[in-house]
């Protein structure tokens, strides 16, 4: 069935530290990968996308990697900053049609100063 | 527009009430999906819209639940005797789907806080 896994549920991590946050997906065939950034009480913002014909996409703090054949895909930010702090959703589009996303349950990132 | 708008912001309503939920896409924005958001959780997909048409309802947790969209643009989803469990965030976002190559990236308009007392 329709189903993305994000880990983890929660990250703390210093300021100026690197934060990894990680999703599997089911849908052999999605070809489309986002990652939403949700501050409290705001809507979700795109902030990075990835297509399945690249393995690998930044830009300056931020990057996300593709593997296809494991069917997974990962978020980085480096020199993490306090006002990244939020809840990261990465999705996957659901049999490519019509851009139905399927969302993971959400990271909480917490960057301490 | 210049985003997608919805409204009501936040609608306090007695269980048993039926209520209305308003989306206004991004002008020229073919599709259209509504979400739910319960406090502390992930995105739950209810339904999208391409044009006036709803390919896939198959997130709507149940009769109670209903969309329509209208001109290829405004929305509405409709939930008939609400219920506690339905008190959640409904967020609406647009998208350029159709375009070539296809832009999947949603704009979401900053959703519907829904509370049944």
């Known amino acids: 069935g329709e189903n993305v896994e994000q880990h983890p549920s929660t990250l703390s991590v210093q300021e100026g530290d690197s934060a990894v946050i990680k999703c599997t997906y089911s849908d052999s065939a999605s070809n489309y990968f986002p990652w939403y950034k949700q501050e409290l009480g705001k809507r979700p913002q795109l902030i990075i996308d990835i297509r399945s014909n690249v393995g690998e996409k930044k830009d300056q703090r931020i990057a996300v990697t593709l593997n296809k054949t494991a069917k997974h895909f990962s978020l980085h930010i480096t020199e993490t900053q306090p006002e990244d702090s939020a809840v990261y959703f990465c999705?996957?589009?659901?049999?490519?049609?019509?851009?139905?996303?399927?969302f993971g349950q959400g990271t909480e990132l917490s960057v301490k100063p | 527009g210049a985003g997608v708008s919805q409204s009501p912001s936040n609608k306090v309503t007695e269980k048993g009430k039926d209520v209305e939920l308003r989306c206004d896409p991004i002008?020229?924005?073919?599709?259209l999906y509504w979400y739910r958001q319960s406090l502390g959780q992930g995105l739950e997909f209810l339904i999208y819209?391409?044009?006036?048409?709803?390919?896939?309802k198959s997130g709507l947790p149940s009769d109670r639940f209903s969309a329509e969209r209208t001109g290829g643009s405004v929305s509405t989803l409709t939930i008939q005797r609400t219920q506690q469990e339905d008190s959640a965030v409904y967020l609406c976002?647009?998208?350029?789907?159709?375009?070539?190559?296809?832009?999947?990236?949603?704009?979401f308009g900053s959703g519907t806080r829904l509370t049944v007392v």
């Open positions: 976002a647009s998208s350029l789907a159709t375009a070539w190559p296809p832009d999947y990236g949603y704009t």
């Open positions: 819209f391409q044009g006036n048409s709803a390919p896939d």
């Open positions: 999705a996957a589009i659901w049999n490519n049609q019509g851009g139905k996303l399927i």
């Open positions: 002008s020229g924005h073919t599709a």
